[in-house]
């Protein structure tokens, strides 16, 4: 009898354990799964003008293509920056200059999925961000800062058309709730 | 012990792993399964959660919060109590932060911030400016509900309202102390509605993320800017108006030059005044104006309140007609300094043409004139002043018909040229500055007139239907001349002669007033400033004791005039300790003008704004609800409320002589496509990381764990 609560306890951890680190897996796996199937509805939307969702139940579309040339990254980005749309891929923040347009487009992305690559980017960087009709506008990073999210607004004013990347920092923190965030600004480069 | 027990505990982790990952990968099939190509039904657009567009993106339509307003100003003798509601409406289906900015009087004491929300009443608490910002930043990030109202300028605030909740509501309540304006024999009052949109000479430019945004910059230098509905959009922000008056003596003539009234005399001589039409459009400023059956020299009006210890005093003093001097006007000469800005575009621009006109039709023989018409640049009618003979006038009358409104609002320059050099043969200069004070940078454009001023006096005549009246009356005041508001096509006539009347005739000068206890005593307006014909004397005071007699002496013309009042005789009133703090405010406020040091007072002002719970440059009131409403994980948005344009303006490129461009420095603030999206925010709340890592690492201590256990429970059996 004294050796079944530790068999029991053990199958238990067991249990949750591997629950854990699947639930862990299938958050970067529904991170990049939901990449490749958004990828389909992005080409039907390039295609006809009505928006396209991935998948049915979907509450958001895709918006824009996301490219960082030199770390090979092609993310398409969606529509309403939400916990739920934010876990397939970066989202556009409701509110600010649609993607295209001249104005602040703001996109957000989990730091350690979709917008991991951020940690490694730097200021002279190019990001190339491809409408839903094809216009490719070039972006050069500006500065990178760290804002308190609880305390600084981002201002939606500009003269030039302004890319604005943001993702929580720090990047290996365990917490996934901490008000910091990390902000690249990136500046239209005049059209050649 | 049974094996049968044993059996299905030892094979269970395995087990349990294999239906985990079955149900994974069912899991995650079930996503390429749905994602199949499927006609969708009624497919929502894109742009549907998107309100806010910059400029460029066609059909889109703004979607923003309104400010819906009610005031009551109960009017008792020669001061006012306000108190204003403003109910945020938030028509979208997210969280937002509604950001107002409104007038109110430039002289008004606001000291009542209160919040309303479920049925409950928080009070709002006077606080340090970046204390208070700080408390409603935390609240407003935390999800509760909290407003901020900050004053920008005298005349001019900001409501912040966060945490509206989606589709609904958010009330507030503001209260202020005001003093009742006399002048001529008529009382006023005036409750301001619109804001022009002002020019600020600097250029607007991206700056990136910034703590806490533009708030770090002083007040004073911090753009208002602010979105103006298109001129095409339905009106918006109404607003209801209910004035109790009680004038105290019986009531000659009541009318409103501004709105359409409805009167119902109440009880013992007050009345209760509302609008004809109800609820009207923010677009111009209320006008409320009455005259009292009394004799043609009133009776010194003197009113106290006691706080803590203090009497308060509020007096208005007539001088009597016999002591103002008839004598024929000393020859003069007279600059007229006309603004042509694209902000007077419209009925403005009509109102300063015919004012001129009808002001150079007043000119003797004997007097010089000159013009000087500005807006991005002054220019000159004369290169010096002329004799004012018929050929000059002709002169000025074809120039005054050409002038357009057009550019930005350059006054500063435009004063130096007409202030330069010393007035011919020692004739007083008197320069008449027509504007509607559209300009941001008040408090350098002051400091720069009381360089340049000299011995010339500036009189400056407000046009259009929201000028911005703290300008005018400082500019005058430091010109030691005075302010004339025209808001009414059929008043020009008659406000400018007297006007003209005004600076035909010599003042009541050097002004003193004689208090019991002069040492014990702080007297404002101090020095006390001439006086013009028509104008009464306004004091007030802080004294230890309301008692023993006020006398009052002044210099008219040649002879000299004295006046007394006793103070015993002073009837109780309410909000005089806040005028009286607000006036001292006022004083410091222009000290620092003037190059006083500003950490001394900055002192001064918290001191009295803490005391006396006043809203000043450096002090706003904060309300904070203590419950949260917002959930953690949804976004709030910053939204600015537009405004109505006042009646009369026109948007500065939009009007049919306008050029697009020449208000280049201005046409952030002031384009009808940037207006509409005029600086809104974004917090950056939304979480963005996964709690992938801190499964991975739980799960994996878990398994740890359980591999102990099982190596625990080996050990036990063997």
């Given at each position: 009898m004294r050796r079944r609560v530790p068999g029991a306890a053990a199958l238990l951890l067991t249990c949750l354990g591997i629950w854990l680190i699947f639930g862990g897996v299938w958050i970067h796996a529904k991170a990049a799964l939901a990449q490749h199937l958004i990828g389909r509805a992005w080409q039907e939307a390039r295609a006809g003008s009505a928006p396209t969702r991935p998948w049915p139940w979907a509450d958001m579309a895709p918006l824009a293509v996301l490219e960082v040339p030199d770390r090979g990254i092609r993310q398409i980005v969606l529509s309403g920056a939400s916990g739920r749309t934010l876990a397939f891929g970066p989202a556009h923040l409701d509110g600010t200059a649609a993607p295209g347009s001249d104005g602040v487009v703001v996109l957000s992305g989990h730091r350690d999925t979709h917008f991991a690559f951020l940690r490694d980017v730097a200021p002279g960087d190019r990001i190339v961000l491809e409408d839903r009709r094809g216009g490719r506008r070039r972006f050069r990073i500006d500065t990178i800062e760290i804002a308190d999210s609880r305390r600084a607004k981002l201002r939606l004013e500009s003269a030039a058309p302004v890319l604005v990347l943001v993702t929580c920092y720090p990047f290996d923190a365990i917490d996934p709730g901490g008000p910091l965030r990390y902000v690249v600004t990136a500046v239209a480069e005049p059209r050649a | 012990?049974?094996?049968?027990?044993?059996?299905?505990?030892?094979?269970?982790?395995?087990?349990?792993?294999?239906?985990?990952?079955?149900?994974?990968?069912?899991?995650?099939?079930?996503?390429?399964?749905?994602?199949?190509?499927?006609?969708?039904?009624?497919?929502?657009?894109?742009?549907?959660?998107?309100?806010?567009?910059?400029?460029?993106?066609?059909?889109?339509?703004?979607?923003?919060?309104?400010?819906?307003?009610?005031?009551?100003?109960?009017?008792?003798?020669?001061?006012?109590?306000?108190?204003?509601?403003?109910?945020?409406?938030?028509?979208?289906?997210?969280?937002?932060?509604?950001?107002?900015?409104?007038?109110?009087?430039?002289?008004?004491?606001?000291?009542?911030?209160?919040?309303?929300?479920?049925?409950?009443?928080?009070?709002?608490?006077?606080?340090?400016?970046?204390?208070?910002?700080?408390?409603?930043?935390?609240?407003?990030?935390?999800?509760?509900?909290?407003?901020?109202?900050?004053?920008?300028?005298?005349?001019?605030?900001?409501?912040?309202?966060?945490?509206?909740?989606?589709?609904?509501?958010?009330?507030?309540?503001?209260?202020?102390?005001?003093?009742?304006?006399?002048?001529?024999?008529?009382?006023?009052?005036?409750?301001?509605?619109?804001?022009?949109?002002?020019?600020?000479?600097?250029?607007?430019?991206?700056?990136?993320?910034?703590?806490?945004?533009?708030?770090?910059?002083?007040?004073?230098?911090?753009?208002?800017?602010?979105?103006?509905?298109?001129?095409?959009?339905?009106?918006?922000?109404?607003?209801?108006?209910?004035?109790?008056?009680?004038?105290?003596?019986?009531?000659?003539?009541?009318?409103?030059?501004?709105?359409?009234?409805?009167?119902?005399?109440?009880?013992?001589?007050?009345?209760?005044?509302?609008?004809?039409?109800?609820?009207?459009?923010?677009?111009?400023?209320?006008?409320?104006?009455?005259?009292?059956?009394?004799?043609?020299?009133?009776?010194?009006?003197?009113?106290?309140?006691?706080?803590?210890?203090?009497?308060?005093?509020?007096?208005?003093?007539?001088?009597?007609?016999?002591?103002?001097?008839?004598?024929?006007?000393?020859?003069?000469?007279?600059?007229?300094?006309?603004?042509?800005?694209?902000?007077?575009?419209?009925?403005?621009?009509?109102?300063?043409?015919?004012?001129?006109?009808?002001?150079?039709?007043?000119?003797?023989?004997?007097?010089?004139?000159?013009?000087?018409?500005?807006?991005?640049?002054?220019?000159?009618?004369?290169?010096?002043?002329?004799?004012?003979?018929?050929?000059?006038?002709?002169?000025?009358?074809?120039?005054?018909?050409?002038?357009?409104?057009?550019?930005?609002?350059?006054?500063?320059?435009?004063?130096?040229?007409?202030?330069?050099?010393?007035?011919?043969?020692?004739?007083?200069?008197?320069?008449?500055?027509?504007?509607?004070?559209?300009?941001?940078?008040?408090?350098?454009?002051?400091?720069?007139?009381?360089?340049?001023?000299?011995?010339?006096?500036?009189?400056?005549?407000?046009?259009?239907?929201?000028?911005?009246?703290?300008?005018?009356?400082?500019?005058?005041?430091?010109?030691?001349?005075?302010?004339?508001?025209?808001?009414?096509?059929?008043?020009?006539?008659?406000?400018?002669?007297?006007?003209?009347?005004?600076?035909?005739?010599?003042?009541?000068?050097?002004?003193?007033?004689?208090?019991?206890?002069?040492?014990?005593?702080?007297?404002?307006?101090?020095?006390?400033?001439?006086?013009?014909?028509?104008?009464?004397?306004?004091?007030t005071a802080r004294l230890p004791k309301a008692t023993g007699p006020l006398v009052l002496t002044g210099r008219a013309g040649t002879g000299r005039w004295r006046g007394d009042a006793a103070l015993d005789a002073a009837r109780p009133g309410t909000g005089i300790a806040k005028l009286w703090a607000r006036a001292r405010v006022d004083r410091e406020m222009g000290r620092l003008r003037s190059g006083a040091d500003a950490a001394a007072v900055r002192l001064a002002v918290l001191d009295l704004a803490l005391r006396h719970g006043l809203l000043t440059d450096y002090t706003s009131l904060v309300a904070v609800d203590e419950v949260a409403a917002r959930p953690a994980d949804e976004a709030m948005a910053a939204r600015p409320v537009p405004v109505n344009p006042p009646a009369g303006w026109t948007p500065p490129d939009a009007g049919p002589h306008g050029k697009a461009g020449l208000n280049r420095a201005a046409a952030g603030a002031l384009s009808p496509h940037s207006a509409s999206a005029a600086v809104p925010t974004v917090t950056l709340g939304v979480p963005t990381a996964t709690p992938a890592a801190t499964m991975g690492i739980l799960g994996l201590l878990a398994l740890l764990a359980a591999g102990l256990l099982w190596a625990f429970r080996r050990r036990l059996a063997a």
């Open positions: - | 012990m049974p094996r049968s027990i044993s059996f299905p505990a030892r094979y269970a982790p395995a087990l349990c792993a294999f239906l985990f990952f079955v149900f994974g990968l069912l899991a995650a099939l079930a996503a390429p399964a749905g994602s199949a190509p499927r006609p969708m039904e009624a497919p929502r657009p894109v742009e549907e959660g998107l309100v806010l567009h910059p400029p460029g993106v066609p059909g889109v339509r703004i979607k923003a919060p309104v400010v819906a307003g009610t005031a009551e100003i109960v009017v008792n003798g020669i001061t006012g109590r306000a108190t204003v509601q403003q109910t945020f409406l938030n028509p979208e289906d997210a969280w937002v932060e509604g950001i107002y900015v409104f007038p109110l009087p430039e002289d008004a004491a606001v000291d009542r911030l209160r919040l309303r929300v479920d049925g409950r009443r928080i009070e709002g608490v006077v606080a340090e400016r970046a204390a208070a910002r700080e408390r409603y930043a935390e609240a407003a990030a935390g999800g509760q509900r909290a407003s901020l109202l900050e004053q920008d300028r005298p005349n001019l605030f900001t409501m912040s309202v966060a945490n509206i909740p989606p589709n609904s509501r958010i009330e507030v309540e503001i209260g202020y102390q005001q003093a009742v304006t006399h002048q001529d024999g008529r009382y006023s009052i005036r409750f301001p509605m619109a804001v022009t949109p002002r020019y600020m000479p600097a250029p607007a430019k991206f700056r990136g993320v910034r703590q806490g945004g533009l708030d770090d910059l002083p007040a004073q230098e911090k753009p208002p800017r602010f979105p103006v509905r298109g001129p095409d959009a339905p009106e918006t922000n109404p607003m209801a108006i209910r004035v109790r008056l009680d004038p105290g003596l019986p009531l000659g003539d009541l009318k409103s030059p501004s709105h359409a009234l409805m009167v119902a005399e109440q009880d013992a001589g007050t009345y209760d005044i509302t609008l004809k039409a109800g609820v009207v459009a923010t677009d111009r400023d209320f006008v409320l104006e009455w005259t009292l059956q009394a004799p043609p020299v009133p009776a010194p009006m003197l009113f106290v309140e006691e706080v803590d210890g203090a009497a308060y005093l509020l007096a208005m003093i007539v001088p009597p007609q016999s002591h103002r001097p008839d004598a024929a006007a000393p020859p003069r000469e007279a600059v007229f300094v006309i603004d042509t800005s694209g902000s007077m575009h419209g009925t403005s621009m009509r109102q300063a043409r015919d004012a001129l006109l009808f002001a150079l039709g007043r000119l003797g023989a004997r007097d010089r004139v000159n013009i000087v018409a500005f807006s991005d640049r002054p220019r000159r009618l004369f290169a010096e002043s002329r004799e004012a003979d018929a050929a000059s006038l002709d002169a000025a009358r074809s120039f005054v018909a050409a002038l357009d409104a057009d550019g930005g609002t350059e006054i500063g320059l435009a004063l130096e040229q007409a202030l330069e050099g010393p007035a011919e043969d020692g004739r007083l200069r008197q320069v008449i500055l027509l504007t509607d004070g559209a300009v941001g940078n008040e408090a350098a454009l002051l400091s720069r007139l009381r360089r340049s001023i000299g011995e010339s006096r500036l009189f400056t005549v407000a046009i259009g239907s929201a000028p911005n009246g703290y300008f005018m009356r400082e500019a005058a005041r430091i010109g030691r001349g005075a302010m004339l508001h025209i808001s009414d096509m059929s008043q020009v006539g008659r406000q400018v002669s007297a006007l003209f009347a005004k600076l035909e005739r010599p003042a009541l000068t050097d002004i003193a007033a004689l208090f019991p206890l002069p040492e014990a005593t702080v007297a404002l307006p101090s020095p006390v400033p001439d006086l013009y014909v028509g104008e009464p004397l306004v004091l």
